[in-house]
Nanobody
C-alpha cells in the first residue's frame, strides 16, 4: 500500500504564493508518474501538473503554465507544487496522486493512489 499526505494549503490573497507538499510512505516508487489535481465546488476533478517520480518530464495544464511548478525530492519521497501568482479561480481542494505505471497521463482514473486533499483558497 501507498499513503500520500498533502500539506501546505491555506488562505492567500490574489497574487500570492503557496507551496504544497505530498509525502509518500509505504511502497516506494522509483519511476512512477505522480500528479497534482484539483477540484473546485461543483466541478470535475482536473489535472494541474504531473511528472515522472524520478524523471524530467513534466506536464502542466494550460491554466497554470508559467505560474505553477511541480518538483520532487526522492530522498524525502516528497512531491511539491509551487504555486505563484495565484488567482481566485485557483481556489479548490488540491490532491496528490500517484500511478503504478511510469506513463504520465492526465486522466484521474489512471491514478492508483490519492491523498486526502488540502484546501487552497485565494481571495480577491
Amino acid at each position: 500500500q501507498v499513503q500520500l499526505v498533502e500539506s501546505g494549503g491555506g488562505l492567500v490573497q490574489a497574487g500570492g504564493s503557496l507551496r504544497l507538499s505530498c509525502a509518500a510512505s509505504g511502497r516506494t516508487f522509483s519511476r512512477n508518474a505522480v500528479g497534482w489535481f484539483r477540484q473546485a465546488p461543483g466541478k470535475e476533478r482536473e489535472i494541474v501538473a504531473a511528472m515522472y517520480w524520478s524523471g524530467s518530464y513534466t506536464y502542466y495544464a494550460d491554466s497554470v503554465k508559467g505560474r505553477f511548478t511541480i518538483s520532487r525530492d526522492n530522498a524525502k519521497k516528497t512531491v511539491y507544487l509551487q504555486m505563484n501568482s495565484l488567482k481566485p479561480e485557483d481556489t479548490a481542494i488540491y490532491y496528490c496522486a500517484a500511478r503504478v505505471s511510469v506513463v504520465v497521463t492526465t486522466a484521474k482514473d489512471d491514478y492508483n493512489y490519492w491523498g486526502q486533499g488540502t484546501q487552497v483558497t485565494v481571495s480577491s
